[in-house]
């Protein structure tokens, strides 16, 4: 990871130079028609998962380069060089991908605009950190192998980040980190009146790595919290060779969150933990640099309530009131007990937990119409193994009578 970084660095530094060297010796590896390492996600410097920043943020049909009449500015400028981009990267490496192993087939038809938007970490906020520009030569050509394409890609790049960059997404301030334990109070970046919302986290750095362990978010009391695809953003102290300021979380790390968490609870922001390990996060400085970390959403939520099992309100009167007319008292025949008494039909009248007895029959009541239960119509209308009560009437009143010992 480290040496990718100091990688990407020099070339950032001497570019042309690089490109111009690099071109030479990598053009004989075109022509050996060779893209071997470039196994499926080796795009990403980390193994990120799918999820795509670009197609949540950059919009379709919005933002700073809408064209009024056909595709977006940026659409036209990938157009411009899908040509190039066929010839230097296409074919069966990340067009049809019949190369093994498997490269990632940023350029598969039908539409290869669509296929490069959905690769990840191809498309994003800071087009420097852009995966087809920090890739450099491999087994495939970088892009810098020819400065006339280079420059197109560069273009067209730059005003897809400049189409992601205003949307601008909602943000905490810059913060320090500490090393240990960190408490950020993320309600700046809260939307639709939250407040109150905490993450915590273990900060560390293992070899210039910044790492955050237990992360967890804690949700204010009374509100439950949606959170949707937090980013992390590095902020530097002074501009960077490059002139930025700011460096994005090009491995998305948190790409797959979507989480609500209920009111008052703290639960594991997933996946729990991170490593920064992008280029241009490495080496993390505590002293000097801080975060912030954008949300696609963080807003008041709704945790899905399961519904409770319902119970009797009264057990002690349905044992009264109800439960000896269904076992043949007060003249009502036949004893239901005498088949559904352990079991039959879920029915279970001789047992001593009485609680669960009623539970059972009310699992058969139709609170709304209680005449139409079933536990009416079955020995009042049938079909019933059991055959028919001798008084219709007086077996529906008994549930219907004694309601409140039910609901
Ligand atoms: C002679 C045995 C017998 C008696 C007595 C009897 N039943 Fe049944 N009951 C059955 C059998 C067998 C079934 C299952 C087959 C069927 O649905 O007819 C059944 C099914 C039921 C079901 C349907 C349960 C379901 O989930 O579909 C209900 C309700 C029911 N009985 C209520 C009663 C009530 C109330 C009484 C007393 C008034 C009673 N039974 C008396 C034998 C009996």
Not at 235 to 249: F, G, H, Y
Request: with cysteine.
């Amino acid at each position: 990871m480290l040496h990718r970084y100091v990688v990407g660095e020099k070339r950032l530094a001497s570019h042309r130079v690089a490109a111009l060297s690099a071109g030479l010796g990598i053009a004989l590896l075109v022509a050996a028609g060779a893209c071997a390492d470039d196994s499926a996600n080796g795009l990403l410097s980390r193994g990120g998962p799918g999820g795509v920043g670009s197609e949540d943020r950059g919009p379709a049909d919005g933002g700073p380069g809408v064209n009024n009449s056909g595709p977006p500015a940026e659409e036209l400028l990938f157009r411009a060089v899908e040509g190039d981009l066929e010839q230097q990267c296409g074919k069966k490496c990340h067009t049809d991908g019949t190369y093994k192993p498997l490269p990632p087939t940023f350029l598969a038809g039908p539409d290869a605009y669509k296929s490069v938007k959905a690769q990840p970490g191809a498309i994003v906020a800071d087009y420097y950190q852009s995966v087809l520009l920090q890739k450099g030569p491999h087994a495939g050509p970088a892009i810098s192998v020819d400065p006339t394409f280079e420059a197109k890609v560069i273009a067209w790049l730059k005003m897809e980040a400049a189409v992601i960059q205003a949307m601008k997404r909602p943000t905490t301030d810059s913060t320090s980190l500490v090393l240990g334990p960190n408490d950020l109070d993320l309600s700046k970046a809260c939307v639709g009146g939250l407040t109150g919302v905490h993450l915590t986290f273990d900060a560390a750095l293992t070899g210039g790595v910044l790492s955050l362990t237990k992360l967890m978010i804690a949700a204010p009391a009374g509100t439950d919290v949606h959170v949707y695809k937090p980013s992390f953003i590095r902020v530097l102290s002074k501009r960077d060779s490059a002139n930025r300021k700011e460096i994005s979380d090009s491995a998305e790390s948190f790409s797959n969150t979507d989480q609500t968490v209920p009111g008052g609870a703290i639960t594991v922001l997933s996946p729990g933990s991170a490593f920064f390990t992008a280029a241009g996060w490495v080496p993390f400085d505590f002293a000097s640099d801080k975060v912030r970390i954008e949300f696609a959403k963080l807003e008041p939520g709704k945790v899905p309530v399961l519904e409770k099992p319902k119970i009797c309100k009264d057990v002690a009167g349905f044992t009264a009131k109800v439960l000896p007319s269904m076992k043949g008292g007060g003249g009502i025949s036949p004893d239901c007990a005498s088949c559904h008494g352990a079991g039959l039909a879920g029915l279970s009248l001789n047992n001593a937990n009485q609680s669960l007895v009623c539970t059972q029959i009310l699992q058969n009541l139709n609170e709304t119409d209680l005449g139409k239960s079933l536990l009416v119509t079955k020995v009042t209308a049938g079909p019933h193994t059991g055959g028919l009560v001798n008084n219709a009437a007086n077996w529906a009143n008994l549930f219907i009578a004694n309601k409140s010992v039910f609901f």
